[in-house]
């Protein structure tokens, strides 16, 4: 597969922080893909079942989702961009992080330090001494960037991610039977995620048996298939949170939830935030570090 014919990409913010060491340890997935560059100092990512450690120099891009905390934080400078893009999320071999070769690294550096620096009429910065933040999406009501600093950011993101995409290139071939027959699953859910569905519907899309169908589906992605529907509608929801104003009872209806007060409950059982608060904190373009993880 031709992962750049299909990537799709729109960045949440890009921004550059010195002497951060306020990480909360708590395990959290995140509705979009995270991009760090270690200048100095360091700090882990622990995952379920492994720990990812990143010092001086390290280039890491983060899956979407998939709940980790931070560990082991020293005062640390670093890089970072946050993204969406719906196609790496739904690639079955991206579900850890992707470490950068060193020499991949040093060559991002300078592009971070770019795009970070890039000029443009009301580019947001917290003005905090240790932080250099900059919102660049477009928020629901506000005017769309330029195009050629959208331009520019696009290309320089592009380069910035190209060591990550070759490496989840070569992945997607390689990945065993059990993953490959689920794109299909995976877009069906997206495409009907405002109905109920059955587990039914999704393992005769495949020809398996509903057995074959959950014991593959589960090994693939590591939780079984309604627990899967469960959290897919929730990524919807906070993706309509992050980047529309709809009213919360809508966005309900949009991911199947006909009762608006039991989306709550459900949304803030796994979020453990009720949606009202997630949104206000990721269109909130306030000091990152009063907002749980903002970073």
Same mark, same amino acid.
């Given at each position: 597969?031709?992962?750049?014919?299909?990537?799709?990409?729109?960045?949440?913010?890009?921004?550059?922080?010195?002497?951060?060491?306020?990480?909360?340890?708590?395990?959290?997935?995140?509705?979009?893909?995270?991009?760090?560059?270690?200048?100095?100092?360091?700090?882990?990512?622990?995952?379920?079942?492994?720990?990812?450690?990143?010092?001086?120099?390290?280039?890491?891009?983060?899956?979407?989702?998939?709940?980790?905390?931070?560990?082991?934080?020293?005062?640390?400078?670093?890089?970072?961009?946050?993204?969406?893009?719906?196609?790496?999320?739904?690639?079955?071999?991206?579900?850890?992080?992707?470490?950068?070769?060193?020499?991949?690294?040093?060559? $991002?550096?300078? #592009?971070? %330090? @770019?795009?970070?620096?890039?000029?443009? !009429?009301?580019?947001?910065?917290? /003005?905090?001494?240790?932080?250099?933040?900059?919102?660049?999406?477009?928020?629901?009501?506000?005017?769309?960037?330029?195009?050629?600093?959208?331009?520019?950011?696009?290309?320089?993101?592009?380069?910035?991610?190209?060591?990550?995409?070759?490496?989840?290139?070569?992945?997607?071939?390689?990945?065993?039977?059990?993953?490959?027959?689920?794109?299909?699953?995976?877009?069906?859910?997206?495409?009907?995620?405002?109905?109920?569905?059955?587990?039914?519907?999704?393992?005769?899309?495949?020809?398996?048996?509903?057995?074959?169908?959950?014991?593959?589906?589960?090994?693939?992605?590591?939780?079984?298939?309604?627990?899967?529907?469960?959290?897919?509608?929730?990524?919807? $929801?906070?993706? #309509?949170? %992050? @980047?529309?104003?709809?009213?919360?009872? !809508?966005?309900?209806?949009?991911? /199947?939830?006909?009762?608006?007060?039991?989306?709550?409950?459900?949304?803030?059982?796994?979020?453990?935030?009720?949606?009202?608060?997630?949104?206000?904190?990721?269109?909130?373009?306030?000091?990152?570090?009063?907002?749980?993880?903002?970073?």
């Amino acid at each position: 597969m031709d992962i750049l014919e299909h990537l799709d990409f729109s960045v949440v913010s890009i921004g550059h922080v010195r002497s951060h060491s306020r990480w909360r340890t708590r395990f959290q997935g995140y509705p979009y893909h995270r991009l760090y560059y270690v200048e100095r100092g360091s700090f882990s990512l622990q995952y379920l079942d492994c720990k990812y450690h990143l010092g001086p120099g390290s280039y890491c891009l983060i899956p979407a989702y998939y709940p980790f905390g931070y560990t082991d934080v020293e005062e640390n400078d670093h890089y970072y961009l946050h993204f969406n893009s719906s196609f790496l999320m739904d690639l079955p071999g991206f579900q850890k992080p992707v470490i950068a070769s060193p020499e991949q690294a040093a060559e $991002a550096y300078p #592009l971070f %330090q @770019e795009l970070c620096e890039m000029p443009y !009429e009301g580019k947001v910065n917290t /003005g905090r001494e240790f932080h250099d933040f900059y919102l660049i999406q477009t928020l629901p009501g506000e005017p769309n960037l330029p195009f050629q600093i959208r331009l520019n950011y696009r290309i320089g993101i592009l380069a910035l991610l190209a060591p990550f995409l070759e490496v989840l290139e070569k992945q997607n071939e390689e990945i065993p039977k059990n993953g490959k027959p689920f794109s299909k699953v995976l877009k069906y859910i997206d495409e009907n995620i405002h109905r109920d569905i059955e587990v039914r519907e999704l393992y005769q899309l495949t020809g398996m048996r509903q057995a074959e169908f959950s014991a593959a589906f589960r090994k693939a992605f590591s939780i079984p298939p309604k627990q899967f529907i469960c959290t897919r509608r929730l990524d919807h $929801a906070m993706i #309509l949170l %992050q @980047e529309t104003n709809l009213p919360i009872a !809508e966005i309900a209806r949009r991911i /199947g939830y006909q009762d608006e007060y039991f989306f709550y409950r459900i949304f803030k059982k796994y979020k453990h935030v009720s949606p009202g608060i997630w949104r206000q904190t990721f269109q909130d373009p306030g000091p990152p570090e009063e907002k749980d993880d903002r970073l």
